[in-house]
């Protein structure tokens, strides 16, 4: 069972979804609670965190991926 952030938030990657670095908290509940997650997705990045459904364009701001964020916003313009 996945909380329904989680898999809105997995549905924005599409068929990228399968390589993002998940960790389902039901089943694995020490690793969890050692990590302090309360909120549902939560991102962890070094020692960078973010709380809740973030779109594609603000994860990539957020991690740092440059590279990934001009990819997202010329697709954004592509589309309109």
């Known amino acids: 069972h996945t909380c ?3 898999v809105a938030q997995k549905g924005r990657f599409g068929s990228n979804k399968s390589r993002l670095p998940y960790v389902e908290c039901l089943e694995e509940k020490d690793r ?3 990590a302090k997650v309360n909120v549902y997705p939560t991102w962890v ?3 960078k965190r973010n709380e809740g459904v973030m779109e594609l364009t603000d994860l990539a701001i957020w991690s740092g991926c440059e ?3 001009e990819g997202l916003q010329k697709k954004d313009v592509a589309e309109k």
């Open 45 to 47: 990045l070094g020692d």
């Open 4 to 6: 329904g952030h989680c």
């Open 67 to 69: 590279s990934v964020h």
């Open 32 to 34: 969890c609670k050692q």
